[in-house]
């Protein structure tokens, strides 16, 4: 249970206009409802100052708490200060840190060994007040519940270490964590993760977790133990930040080390302003909070749980209020009911701006009420912790409400707290943990989006199950549980849970609900491809992506005729289509069809052309050349190997007469006779009609664009000049005029400066041409012109 013991700007003193006076006792008349918290009261008197407490309940349902006591500027020598209400309130304080003069970070834990409560307590203080360089960590133990103390001593005195934190294990085994400093890089401090224990009656301590080659910061560990089958395994958690990574630079990681194996190497379980983790533990389940991100400047406290003994961890969820600016240092503890308490700092909460405590309550780990109060502060309300007792939580905090910082207290349920019974230290082995298989028994691959799954090797008496293709944690509220198949199999429609490489994933998860011990999510995976995915794409001939240049003339008797035009209209009976492969994963495409032919022996992807045949009138034209202007379509079929069939038309419009320009038209130049630029607007008129393209202009503005090309000559050229040297330009329906017409091409003679004429003939939606076409009246391109002028985006560095 450690956090930072930095006063933050939040925590400027508060002339409180509420004065709580010391209460030895509080009294209720009937016990509150799980989860709900009573009156909070002031632990400390008000002539001292007491930050930073921590706090732990034994299994007599006495309440510890430890602090760091000073004056009430919070300039005076620091101590750590015990109290406890064995006597049924709570005690005077007591030093634990003495003769050191500035101590801080205690961290408390409690064991019962042969009947008798054992505290410990970690903390770190000053050999000399003057230098951080001097801070070491320190420890304390009580052997007859909090009555009598041996004096605290460093575990590591030549290990400079900040923020310990405290487990004692079933077996009495005590287990210290902390922060050590190694020195500077680039002026920063390194900060690494050090282990202690007294198995052997001394300390040994280690280093543990060093990221980034020592180019690192990390701090704020946590521990705790579970105990499975004799084997204690030891779990730790810790905030890891690269330097100069800022607030949002710092995760959260997470190790283990099983019996008297080494330790794994740090994971990532947090990211994003991930902070001062905490744990607790039942069975083979871990659960944990800490400090993150929600999006933007929100923190909040986030929950994780790990139903396998921390070898895989759920995706952490928010339990906060989700209210801006924050919630932060949360705590975590468990209730002898395997209930779940959070408590949190949660930032300007009230009407005055004050900083609050609030908590969120969990009968079972996997349902939760939702985000409660603590306490409404009329000061500063930070650093809160919490313990769990029989039937109680317990959470302690400091406060500015009397102008001078005190620690207070709340609690929920009865007034006493009852003896709990806890096991003996003797290694016992514990409840089984909950396990099964999952077994696919459909076929994979299959288009068959329905799955069936076998649930077989149960472990720990399971009698509830739920599944999803939409992942979840271990302790995530939801999906829903229901009860197990009486046939152990179920079977469940996986439609919108494939992903595009045709695979699914269904996860399984088995419970028991009267010991709210529950399983590992597991995976089933199965191809399903119940479609084509393949792309399909039909083109004109003259747009198609992948024609051969040479193909660019011959088309519907009109030499040299341009691509572009209107994407539905064609000018030639042949068209293009592409089918893509399918994805890595699926079932391939096995055959296509186009225009009820198939192609022999085809690969994919596949490039190829087709007729228009289903229906085509190939009666001669009357009114023109060639076929008769019509309406078609184009259809390409594609199969899989699983069967599964996709169609694709495109309707086109075949159109292979050209348009018909009517005499009497114009272009002009704005800009007048000459000019500077390459590139000028033309003014033109126009007199169009065409029998196959219909735009929604009148009937003699039947055209879709202008081939355009410019020359030295006042003759209209060829249209292989057009070919060569021109380019195409759509024009909107009742334009009179073009933009940017280019006054020089690749020509020798247009490469420089002087007369010019630019020509003209209409196109229809096939990219059909006029035979006639308008001329333009001279214009001079001047020396030295200038190109079209390109405005580029600012840059900075």
């Given at each position: 249970m450690t956090k930072s013991r930095r006063i933050s700007n939040r925590m400027v003193i508060f002339a409180g206009c509420l004065l709580l006076t010391i209460m030895a006792a509080y009294s209720m008349n009937s016990a509150r409802a799980a989860g709900t918290w009573g009156a909070a009261f002031a632990l400390t008197p008000a002539d001292r100052g007491a930050i930073f407490p921590d706090i732990a309940v034994d299994s007599t349902g006495v309440i510890h708490v430890v602090y760091v006591e000073t004056s009430t500027d919070l300039n005076g020598a620091r101590i750590i200060a015990y109290t406890n209400n064995k006597s049924g309130s709570f005690s005077a304080s007591r030093s634990l840190s003495a003769p050191l003069n500035f101590a801080s970070d205690p961290n408390i834990s409690v064991t019962t060994l042969n009947g008798v409560p054992k505290v410990h307590v970690t903390?770190?203080?000053?050999?000399?007040?003057?230098?951080n360089l001097t801070t070491h960590i320190y420890y304390a133990v009580s052997t007859n519940g909090g009555t009598n103390w041996a004096a605290g001593a460093s575990i590591a005195p030549s290990v400079v270490g900040y923020t310990p934190s405290i487990h004692v294990d079933p077996t009495g085994v005590a287990h210290i964590v902390f922060g050590g400093y190694e020195g500077l890089n680039g002026g920063q401090p390194i900060i690494n993760i050090y282990y202690g224990t007294n198995t052997t009656g001394g300390w040994v301590v280690q280093k543990i977790a060093s990221r980034d080659d020592g180019n690192s910061y990390n701090s704020f560990p946590a521990i705790n133990s579970t105990y499975i089958n004799n084997v204690i395994t030891l779990h730790v958690m810790f905030m890891g930040q690269i330097h100069n990574g800022g607030e949002f630079g710092k995760w959260v990681y997470s190790m283990r080390k099983?019996?008297?194996?080494?330790?794994?190497?740090?994971?990532?379980?947090?990211?994003?302003?991930?902070?001062?983790?905490?744990?607790?533990?039942?069975?083979?389940?871990?659960?944990?909070?800490?400090?993150?991100?929600?999006?933007?400047?929100?923190?909040?406290?986030?929950?994780?749980?790990?139903?396998?003994?921390?070898?895989?961890?759920?995706?952490?969820?928010?339990?906060?209020t989700n209210t801006a600016p924050q919630g932060s240092r949360p705590d975590i503890a468990r209730a002898a009911d395997n209930s779940l308490m959070i408590v949190w700092d949660e930032g300007f909460q009230s009407t005055d701006s004050k900083t609050d405590i609030w908590s969120n309550y969990s009968p079972n780990g996997v349902s939760w009420i939702g985000a409660t109060p603590v306490y409404k502060a009329t000061g500063f309300s930070l650093e809160s912790e919490v313990a769990g007792s029989c039937e109680n939580y317990h959470a302690v905090w400091h406060d500015s409400a009397t102008g001078v910082y005190r620690i207070f207290f709340n609690q929920t349920g009865p007034t006493t707290s009852a003896t709990c019974g806890e096991p003996p230290v003797t290694p016992t082995p514990t409840t089984p943990p909950v396990d099964f298989t999952a077994t696919r028994t459909s076929a994979s691959p299959t288009k068959d989006p329905n799955v069936s799954v076998a649930l077989s090797n149960y472990l720990g008496s399971p009698n509830q199950v739920r599944y999803s293709t939409i992942p979840f944690g271990a302790g995530d509220a939801v999906p829903a549980w229901g009860p197990l198949p009486g046939t152990n199999t179920f079977s469940l429609n996986v439609s919108g849970g494939v992903n595009d490489n045709c695979l699914v994933t269904i996860y399984v998860q088995v419970r028991n609900s009267n010991t709210s011990q529950f399983s590992a999510v597991k995976e089933v995976t199965a191809r399903v491809d119940t479609a084509i995915q393949s792309e399909i794409s039909i083109y004109s001939l003259q747009q198609s992506p992948f024609r051969p240049a040479t193909e660019a003339t011959g088309l519907s008797g009109q030499d040299n005729a341009p691509d572009g035009g209107d994407p539905y209209y064609t000018r030639d009976r042949t068209f293009a289509y592409k089918i893509s492969q399918e994805p890595t994963g699926c079932s391939g495409v096995s055959k296509h069809t186009v225009e009820k032919l198939s192609p022999a022996s085809p690969t994919y992807p596949y490039s190829g052309y087709g007729v228009f045949m289903d229906p085509f009138n190939e009666n001669p034209d009357t009114n023109g050349v060639v076929y008769n202007e019509q309406a078609v379509q184009a259809t390409v079929i594609v199969t899989d190997t699983l069967g599964n069939v996709r169609i694709v038309h495109k309707d086109l419009f075949y159109d292979d007469d050209p348009p018909i320009l009517a005499s009497g038209g114009t272009t002009s130049f704005p800009i007048g006779s000459n000019t500077d630029s390459l590139a000028v607007t033309m003014n033109f008129t126009a007199s169009v009609t065409d029998d196959g393209y219909q735009n929604t202009a009148a009937a003699d503005k039947k055209y879709w664009g202008a081939w355009i090309v410019a020359t030295n000559s006042a003759t209209l050229p060829s249209p292989a000049t057009f070919q060569q040297y021109?380019?195409?330009?759509?024009?909107?329906?009742?334009?009179?005029?073009?933009?940017?017409?280019?006054?020089?091409?690749?020509?020798?003679?247009?490469?420089?400066?002087?007369?010019?004429?630019?020509?003209?003939?209409?196109?229809?939606?096939?990219?059909?041409?006029?035979?006639?076409?308008?001329?333009?009246?001279?214009?001079?391109?001047?020396?030295?012109?200038?190109?079209?002028?390109?405005?580029?985006?600012?840059?900075?560095?």
């Open positions: 903390y770190s203080a000053r050999t000399d007040a003057g230098s099983v019996g008297a194996g080494s330790w794994t190497a740090p994971s990532v379980r947090g990211t994003t302003a991930a902070n001062f983790p905490k744990l607790t533990t039942l069975g083979n389940t871990v659960h944990a909070t800490w400090q993150g991100s929600t999006g933007g400047t929100d923190i909040e406290p986030f929950y994780a749980v790990s139903a396998d003994n921390g070898a895989s961890w759920s995706t952490p969820v928010s339990r906060g021109g380019y195409v330009r759509s024009i909107p329906v009742g334009a009179t005029s073009i933009n940017n017409v280019i006054l020089v091409n690749g020509s020798p003679d247009m490469r420089t400066h002087g007369t010019r004429f630019v020509h003209i003939r209409f196109l229809d939606g096939a990219g059909n041409y006029t035979e006639q076409g308008i001329t333009s009246p001279a214009i001079t391109l001047n020396p030295n012109f200038k190109g079209i002028q390109t405005y580029l985006p600012l840059l900075r560095r």
